[in-house]
């Protein structure tokens, strides 16, 4: 729907306002985007998992396998405050970003 | 997968061990009806490739990734899709695993793969591929790598066991330098010098004196079993060039004493054997490489160039090395020259023919493959035919060899005895050391029981496994090393900065050295096998079910483990406190030494050196000098009292006695009467606060023209005239009868703790002395008048230097020196062994806290209050403290006899040490146990409960 680099520059902010809530596993995330956009915005693993990643590498999220009785055992990724200050910059980021396209493309403001 | 990298083999353990083929496929974990589906795990393998990612998180993405794929997998199967189509939408989330795959490598740079690891991956395949001898190479560098790579994982233990390592190797290599350099390897630039004898004549009670030139004649020439024997007498010169003096310290030597010592002076020539024939012939002197350079600007014309010593003129020949400071451990001389121009240096000549009077040291060096048994049974059997030939002057007189370590003088024999306790106490901090990097092992290894268990599991032999571990406190050990030299580096000059200032050019030379090295290298990896071995031996002794089934990787330790630990914490504290005692005897016996009366003034004096003869002064014009010099320094503004002294009581070396009849006293056979004497001026008695008990002082009367005089100490008129009164009767010293004039009290001459020795005092104008040392008793800080006394010394002759200008009190601290040496030394570690007491001490008992978190929880949720849980811990820790204080205590007992020819003024069982050492340990040990006691109360009981 949206093209690659659209979506691309979005990624991060994505994943990190989706494990604020909670921690969350890898799959987890990209049906929760595709859900939560109604079905707009779509994530392969291609994309979401090397962000993941990036962003465990930065120390923004932390990952940490969890075992359940009865079930397998899944990596879950959870947001570190490090990360919770960076999602707070990136929402206003964005917030900033979008406001000047809309200003230069002459959209109108809701 | 690289199956045989630890973690990779790890990782597949947890496959094997849950007994299902493939775990990462779900079978009916999650309620799904079983079914045939792709592994997704094989599947991601064979796409995703990342080289340069360490083992343990390529297998972390691995299973991450297919997970994800298989929710996937399952989201479009629940969708309704069919096999083959869900497998298709899973592979659809990864299209293109080239870009993918390369996304990755720069998302995951902290995973990237350190050389270390790459390097253990090449010796892993060395061993595979080439086998025999290679293996075992390969399995030391695998080892090496391994360990390397453990310590780096864990900086904090490294670094907590590194350096506790360095103090306790490094307090060994220091004191190691100071025996190497004052035992050892004594004199620099000296072939094997450690290998030297030295020879002394001996008395009939035993004591050490000097040879005379004769018996040094004898002896160097009729035994078979020296290589060598060298004479040598050291004695303060002054060298003039041009118009400036300077004074220095030189040795007459026998010709043969560079060649036998083995060294080649590095300009010119040594002395050739006809230069020790001819008395005052031979007018020849070779120098030391720091006065060539000092005083000759390193000018290599200097060969040849006449010098004046001693107001005898001297040709330099030769250019000492470097590093050759002479034949007397710790003194740096300056000149050598022929003994056989002892006529000319010496003031009042050399004595060349008399057989009586000694004044020569001597050194030898046994011919090979002859022990110092055999040199010495030959040295008795000269010794008694001398006797026979010459019974006046050798009735009685033996000889004795000693290796150097062992001579009587020089600065091993002051140093020698605190050096060997030194060495007992830093090998002491060591063993502390070492308990307590054992003790961090120990609570190591149970972190690392399950990687233990793995590889046992695996099939590693316990033999191999024990050597990966000692391979680990090794590495250890030899960074402590490391770490130790220069700790070592830094210390080894530390011991000449505890000597304070004489007039003797003391040098100790304490260098790090290829010795040092070897010495360090050797204590490091005993040490790393020491701290090592049982840790490791425990460890490797694995359960490796409990190990597995314990997931969490927490336990207990073991009861056995337990025992061991606290073996090692009661190890410790005994040691410290075996220090402590030790220390606190010897700051005991500093007190008493400082506070001792010696018997004379001991502050406010102020002490300088002069000497008359190599500016020519004859016997009456001494005489006149020291008269007016005396009454110039008595109008002095602050100035109480001012007198000249020959000696200076308590001073090393430096002092004459001789042999005397008192008519009257029938000497029993074998009874040598001798005192020591010195002569003094009028007003010396007062100066220096000596009682005179009986009699006069001096007078400028007691001079040439009138009947000789002298002044006894008690202990001569005690033991030679018994109840009768010695005032007025005469005593024979040489051929000259003296009256005693005067009775003075006994003082400390030689050593504080002696027995009163006899002393006579002869008044200068009497004799015939050129070297004297001023007086001063002054009202306020005498090393302020130093400026006056060198003008008023100058305003008299322009020439004089007045040298080795000191305090009394300066003085007194040489006195004191091996108790401040020994008390300031094993005061600093002994504090450094009850610091690393206590951290040991701390470890064991907040390691038991934090195993016993479950235990205090469930107390403390059954109504115990912190102050129970308070008492258990300290009571565990009391328990320890109160065993080890006992062992410790008991095990200072023993030791401090050993140590009581080095104490002053206490026992060895000095209850105050024994008493204030075990209080202040306690203190210490009940506090680092307190800290993790406190952490212990405030345990949460919910929390700790659910700890599990």
């Given at each position: 729907?949206?093209?690659?680099?659209?979506k691309?520059?979005?990624?991060?902010?994505?994943?990190?306002?989706?494990l604020e809530?909670?921690?969350?596993?890898?799959?987890?995330?990209?049906?929760?985007?595709?859900?939560?956009?109604?079905?707009?915005?779509?994530?392969?693993?291609?994309?979401?998992?090397?962000?993941?990643c990036?962003?465990?590498?930065?120390?923004?999220?932390?990952?940490r396998w969890?075992?359940?009785?009865?079930?397998?055992?899944?990596?879950y990724?959870?947001?570190?405050?490090?990360?919770?200050?960076?999602l707070?910059?990136q929402?206003?980021?964005?917030?900033?970003?979008?406001?000047?396209?809309?200003?230069?493309?002459?959209?109108?403001?809701? | 997968m690289?199956?045989?990298?630890?973690?990779?083999?790890?990782?597949?353990?947890?496959?094997?061990?849950?007994?299902?083929?493939?775990?990462?496929?779900?079978?009916?974990?999650?309620?799904?009806?079983?079914?045939?589906?792709?592994?997704?795990?094989?599947?991601?393998?064979?796409?995703?490739?990342?080289?340069?990612l360490?083992?343990?998180r390529?297998?972390?993405?691995?299973?991450?990734?297919?997970?994800?794929?298989d929710d996937?997998?399952?989201?479009?199967r629940a969708?309704g899709?069919?096999?083959?189509?869900?497998?298709?939408?899973?592979r659809?989330?990864?299209?293109?695993?080239?870009?993918f795959?390369?996304?990755?490598?720069?998302?995951?740079?902290?995973?990237?793969?350190?050389?270390?690891?790459k390097?253990?991956?090449?010796?892993?395949?060395?061993?595979?591929?080439?086998?025999?001898?290679?293996?075992?190479f390969?399995?030391?560098?695998?080892?090496?790598?391994?360990?390397?790579?453990?310590?780096?994982?864990?900086?904090?233990f490294t670094?907590?066991?590194?350096?506790?390592?360095?103090?306790?190797?490094g307090?060994?290599?220091?004191?190691?330098?100071?025996?190497?350099?004052?035992?050892?390897?004594?004199?620099?630039?000296?072939?094997d010098?450690g290998?030297?004898?030295?020879?002394?004549?001996?008395?009939?009670?035993?004591?050490?004196?000097?040879?005379s030139?004769?018996?040094?004649e004898?002896?160097?020439?009729?035994n078979?079993?020296?290589?060598?024997l060298?004479?040598?007498?050291?004695?303060?010169?002054?060298?003039?060039?041009?118009?400036?003096?300077?004074?220095?310290?030189?040795?007459?030597?026998?010709a043969n004493?560079?060649?036998?010592?083995?060294?080649?002076?590095?300009?010119?020539?040594?002395?050739?054997?006809?230069?020790?024939?001819?008395?005052?012939?031979d007018?020849?002197?070779?120098?030391?490489?720091?006065?060539?350079?000092?005083?000759?600007?390193?000018d290599?014309?200097?060969?040849?160039?006449?010098v004046?010593?001693n107001n005898?003129p001297f040709t330099i020949i030769?250019?000492?090395p470097?590093?050759?400071?002479?034949?007397?451990?710790?003194?740096?001389?300056?000149?050598?020259?022929?003994?056989?121009?002892?006529?000319?240096?010496?003031?009042r000549?050399?004595?060349?023919?008399?057989r009586?009077?000694?004044?020569?040291?001597?050194?030898?060096?046994?011919?090979?493959?002859?022990?110092?048994?055999?040199?010495?049974?030959?040295?008795d059997?000269?010794?008694?035919?001398?006797?026979?030939?010459?019974?006046?002057?050798?009735?009685?007189?033996?000889?004795?060899?000693?290796p150097?370590?062992r001579?009587?003088?020089?600065?091993?024999?002051?140093?020698?005895?605190?050096l060997f306790v030194?060495?007992?106490?830093?090998?002491?901090?060591?063993?502390?050391?070492?308990?307590?990097v054992?003790n961090?092992?120990?609570?190591?290894?149970?972190?690392?029981?399950?990687?233990?268990?793995?590889?046992?599991?695996?099939?590693?032999?316990?033999?191999?496994?024990?050597?990966?571990?000692?391979?680990?406190?090794?590495?250890?050990?030899?960074?402590?090393?490391?770490?130790?030299?220069l700790?070592a580096?830094?210390?080894s000059?530390?011991l000449?900065?505890l000597i304070?200032?004489?007039?003797y050019?003391?040098?100790?030379q304490?260098?790090?050295?290829?010795?040092?090295?070897?010495?360090?290298?050797?204590?490091?990896?005993l040490?790393?096998?020491?701290?090592?071995?049982?840790?490791?031996?425990?460890?490797?002794?694995?359960?490796?079910?409990?190990?597995?089934?314990d997931?969490?990787?927490?336990?207990?330790?073991?009861?056995?483990?337990?025992?061991?630990?606290?073996?090692?914490v009661?190890?410790?504290?005994?040691?410290?406190?075996?220090?402590?005692?030790s220390?606190?005897?010897?700051?005991r016996?500093?007190?008493?030494?400082?506070t001792?009366?010696?018997?004379?003034?001991?502050?406010?004096?102020?002490l300088?050196?002069?000497?008359?003869?190599?500016n020519s002064?004859?016997?009456?014009?001494?005489h006149?000098?020291?008269?007016r010099?005396?009454?110039?320094?008595?109008?002095?503004?602050?100035?109480?009292?001012?007198?000249?002294?020959?000696y200076i009581?308590?001073?090393?070396?430096?002092?004459?006695?001789s042999?005397?009849?008192?008519?009257g006293?029938?000497?029993?056979?074998?009874?040598?009467?001798w005192?020591?004497?010195?002569?003094?001026?009028?007003?010396?008695?007062r100066?220096?606060?000596i009682?005179?008990l009986?009699?006069?002082?001096?007078?400028?009367?007691?001079?040439?023209?009138?009947?000789p005089?002298a002044?006894?100490n008690?202990?001569?008129?005690?033991?030679y005239?018994?109840d009768?009164d010695?005032?007025?009767?005469?005593?024979?010293?040489?051929?000259?009868?003296?009256?005693?004039?005067?009775?003075?009290?006994?003082?400390?001459?030689?050593?504080l703790?002696?027995?009163?020795?006899?002393?006579?005092?002869?008044?200068?104008?009497?004799?015939?002395?050129?070297?004297m040392?001023?007086?001063?008793?002054?009202?306020?800080?005498?090393?302020?008048?130093?400026?006056?006394v060198?003008?008023?010394?100058?305003s008299?002759?322009?020439?004089l230097?007045?040298?080795?200008?000191?305090?009394?009190?300066?003085?007194?601290?040489?006195?004191?020196?091996?108790q401040?040496?020994?008390?300031?030394?094993?005061?600093?570690?002994?504090l450094?062994?009850?610091?690393?007491?206590?951290?040991g001490i701390?470890?064991?008992?907040s390691?038991?806290?934090?195993?016993?978190t479950?235990?205090?929880?469930?107390?403390m949720?059954?109504?115990?209050?912190?102050?129970?849980i308070?008492?258990?811990?300290?009571?565990?820790?009391?328990f320890?403290i109160?065993?080890?204080?006992?062992?410790g205590a008991?095990?200072?007992?023993?030791?401090?006899?050993?140590?009581?020819?080095?104490?002053?003024?206490?026992?060895a069982?000095?209850p105050?040490?024994?008493l204030?050492?075990?209080?202040l340990?306690?203190?210490?040990?009940?506090?680092?146990?307190?800290?993790?006691?406190?952490?212990a109360?405030?345990?949460?009981?919910?929390?700790?409960?659910r700890?599990?």
């Amino acid at each position: 729907m949206f093209s690659r680099e659209l979506k691309k520059g979005s990624t991060e902010l994505l994943i990190l306002a989706l494990l604020e809530a909670q921690p969350r596993h890898g799959y987890e995330i990209g049906k929760l985007i595709e859900s939560r956009s109604g079905g707009r915005l779509r994530f392969r693993i291609s994309a979401l998992y090397p962000a993941l990643c990036r962003l465990e590498d930065r120390g923004w999220v932390k990952g940490r396998w969890v075992e359940k009785t009865g079930a397998r055992r899944r990596r879950y990724y959870r947001l570190t405050p490090a990360g919770r200050r960076v999602l707070a910059h990136q929402r206003d980021t964005w917030q900033e970003f979008t406001l000047a396209v809309n200003r230069v493309a002459g959209i109108r403001h809701a | 997968m690289r199956l045989n990298t630890l973690l990779g083999a790890s990782a597949r353990l947890k496959r094997r061990k849950s007994g299902r083929g493939a775990e990462f496929i779900p079978s009916a974990a999650e309620g799904h009806p079983p079914h045939k589906m792709p592994d997704w795990v094989q599947y991601v393998r064979r796409h995703l490739h990342l080289p340069g990612l360490n083992a343990e998180r390529e297998a972390e993405i691995v299973e991450d990734l297919a997970h994800q794929l298989d929710d996937a997998y399952r989201d479009a199967r629940a969708r309704g899709d069919s096999e083959q189509q869900a497998t298709a939408y899973a592979r659809e989330q990864i299209p293109n695993w080239e870009s993918f795959t390369a996304e990755f490598r720069q998302a995951e740079r902290r995973h990237r793969k350190s050389h270390i690891d790459k390097w253990y991956d090449r010796a892993d395949q060395t061993a595979q591929t080439k086998g025999g001898p290679w293996t075992m190479f390969a399995d030391l560098r695998r080892d090496l790598l391994y360990g390397i790579r453990m310590l780096a994982k864990n900086p904090g233990f490294t670094a907590v066991a590194v350096l506790t390592l360095a103090l306790g190797i490094g307090a060994n290599s220091t004191i190691f330098t100071w025996i190497n350099g004052t035992l050892l390897d004594p004199l620099p630039g000296v072939k094997d010098s450690g290998g030297l004898v030295a020879v002394t004549i001996t008395t009939r009670e035993g004591r050490n004196i000097s040879f005379s030139y004769p018996n040094y004649e004898d002896y160097r020439d009729r035994n078979t079993a020296l290589a060598g024997l060298v004479a040598h007498s050291t004695r303060p010169m002054s060298l003039a060039q041009e118009d400036k003096a300077e004074r220095l310290w030189g040795s007459l030597v026998s010709a043969n004493f560079f060649d036998v010592l083995g060294v080649r002076p590095i300009l010119g020539r040594s002395f050739r054997p006809e230069e020790g024939e001819a008395p005052g012939r031979d007018a020849v002197m070779v120098i030391s490489y720091a006065l060539w350079q000092r005083s000759f600007g390193g000018d290599p014309a200097i060969i040849n160039q006449q010098v004046t010593l001693n107001n005898h003129p001297f040709t330099i020949i030769g250019v000492a090395p470097q590093e050759f400071q002479g034949a007397l451990v710790g003194l740096a001389l300056d000149a050598w020259v022929p003994v056989m121009m002892a006529d000319q240096v010496l003031p009042r000549g050399g004595g060349l023919e008399s057989r009586g009077s000694g004044w020569l040291q001597a050194k030898a060096r046994l011919k090979p493959g002859v022990t110092l048994e055999q040199a010495q049974a030959e040295f008795d059997t000269i010794a008694a035919n001398l006797a026979q030939e010459y019974p006046n002057t050798n009735e009685g007189r033996g000889a004795a060899l000693y290796p150097l370590w062992r001579a009587p003088n020089g600065a091993q024999s002051v140093l020698g005895p605190v050096l060997f306790v030194l060495m007992g106490v830093v090998g002491l901090i060591l063993l502390i050391a070492c308990a307590n990097v054992a003790n961090l092992l120990l609570a190591r290894a149970t972190a690392r029981r399950k990687e233990i268990a793995i590889r046992l599991s695996l099939g590693a032999h316990r033999v191999r496994l024990v050597r990966q571990l000692l391979t680990e406190s090794v590495l250890l050990s030899l960074l402590g090393g490391a770490a130790g030299l220069l700790v070592a580096y830094w210390g080894s000059g530390l011991l000449g900065s505890l000597i304070p200032p004489t007039q003797y050019p003391i040098q100790l030379q304490t260098a790090v050295d290829g010795r040092v090295l070897l010495f360090t290298l050797g204590v490091a990896m005993l040490t790393g096998l020491v701290f090592g071995l049982a840790p490791a031996l425990h460890s490797s002794r694995g359960d490796i079910v409990t190990a597995l089934k314990d997931e969490s990787g927490r336990s207990t330790g073991g009861r056995r483990k337990g025992i061991l630990r606290n073996t090692l914490v009661v190890a410790q504290i005994s040691l410290s406190l075996v220090l402590l005692i030790s220390a606190g005897l010897f700051i005991r016996s500093l007190q008493r030494a400082q506070t001792f009366d010696p018997g004379f003034r001991t502050r406010n004096v102020l002490l300088a050196g002069l000497d008359l003869f190599p500016n020519s002064y004859s016997r009456a014009q001494s005489h006149l000098f020291y008269q007016r010099l005396v009454r110039k320094l008595e109008a002095l503004p602050g100035v109480e009292s001012a007198a000249l002294g020959r000696y200076i009581p308590l001073d090393i070396g430096g002092e004459s006695d001789s042999s005397f009849r008192v008519d009257g006293y029938e000497p029993a056979p074998n009874e040598v009467v001798w005192a020591y004497h010195t002569d003094v001026t009028p007003n010396y008695f007062r100066t220096m606060e000596i009682p005179l008990l009986r009699g006069r002082d001096f007078t400028l009367q007691d001079n040439v023209d009138s009947d000789p005089v002298a002044i006894i100490n008690r202990t001569i008129a005690q033991r030679y005239w018994k109840d009768r009164d010695a005032l007025g009767q005469q005593l024979t010293m040489g051929s000259t009868a003296y009256t005693i004039v005067g009775i003075a009290q006994d003082i400390k001459y030689r050593q504080l703790n002696e027995d009163p020795a006899a002393l006579i005092f002869f008044p200068v104008f009497q004799s015939n002395r050129l070297g004297m040392t001023i007086h001063l008793q002054t009202t306020g800080d005498a090393a302020a008048l130093t400026p006056a006394v060198r003008s008023a010394v100058q305003s008299l002759d322009p020439n004089l230097p007045i040298f080795a200008v000191r305090t009394i009190e300066t003085h007194m601290v040489v006195t004191t020196l091996q108790q401040s040496i020994a008390s300031s030394l094993l005061g600093a570690f002994g504090l450094l062994a009850l610091a690393l007491a206590a951290v040991g001490i701390y470890g064991v008992v907040s390691y038991s806290v934090s195993q016993r978190t479950h235990e205090i929880g469930i107390r403390m949720a059954l109504g115990a209050q912190p102050r129970d849980i308070l008492q258990l811990v300290l009571g565990q820790g009391a328990f320890l403290i109160l065993v080890g204080v006992g062992i410790g205590a008991a095990a200072a007992f023993g030791l401090a006899q050993l140590m009581t020819s080095l104490l002053f003024g206490v026992s060895a069982t000095d209850p105050v040490a024994f008493l204030a050492a075990p209080a202040l340990l306690a203190v210490v040990a009940l506090l680092a146990c307190y800290i993790p006691a406190r952490r212990a109360t405030r345990v949460d009981p919910m929390v700790a409960l659910r700890y599990e």
